[in-house]
């Protein structure tokens, strides 16, 4: 069994908090797959699903990110999981907005929510990092992270999820590569072959056509050439 955990804030006031984005993911993940409904366990919301074999467990810990490691911490030893049956995915600050990656282990880089997990099930965890760009100076990152995503960020948030959610079943399988390889074929897809291709550009104008140099027909000779020429 797999224990995929999503990071936010509970609460209808925090739903579309940049800092939700890992409650997203898994709300997207337990819609298209058709997991069963939530329900509350383990301080925290959790649902059940089967992903190509592989039996998964979602959890959105309603504790506050503050102490989101005690409901994993239930949930693992409930479970007898190991830590590294755990993916936490979460949003991270150091990656441009609707960018993705994965990372097994690490330090929790200052992110309140990794750093209560660290502190109840140590680091040798999986995270899914989900960028959502950075206010530029420290003193602003509470209130970035707090505030709800615009309406200028929904097409790349909602390509993001849906791509994450193509990639669940890899993910849980542990093939971290192809979980990726779904990612980027849904934030960025190939162009399609069968599409006409552009028309190749024209070349630039050579220094003679723009200046009004000789035509091929006149007399391209140096003045040296030309005199030279008069006593042959």
Known sequence: MKLFVGLGNPGQKYAQNRHNIGFMALDQIASDHGFSPWKSKFQGEICEGNLTGNKVLSLKPQTFMNLSGQAVGEAIRFYKLTTADVVVFHDELDLAPGKCRFKQGGGHAGHNGLRS???????????????????????????YVLRDFPKADANWL?????????????????????FMNAVALRVAPPRSSGS????????????????????????????LERLVDKFR
């Open 158 to 178: 909602d390509d993001l999820l849906r791509g994450i959610s193509d990639g669940a079943a890899q993910l849980a399988a542990g093939d971290s590569g192809k």
């Open 117 to 143: 997990i660290h502190s109840h099930i140590g680091a040798d965890y999986a995270r899914v990092r989900l960028g959502i760009g950075h206010p530029g100076h420290k003193d602003a990152v509470s209130g």
């Open 196 to 223: 006409q291709k552009p028309e190749k550009a024209k070349s630039a104008p050579s220094s003679t056509e723009t200046t009004g140099g000789p035509s091929p027909q006149e007399d391209a000779r140096s003045p």
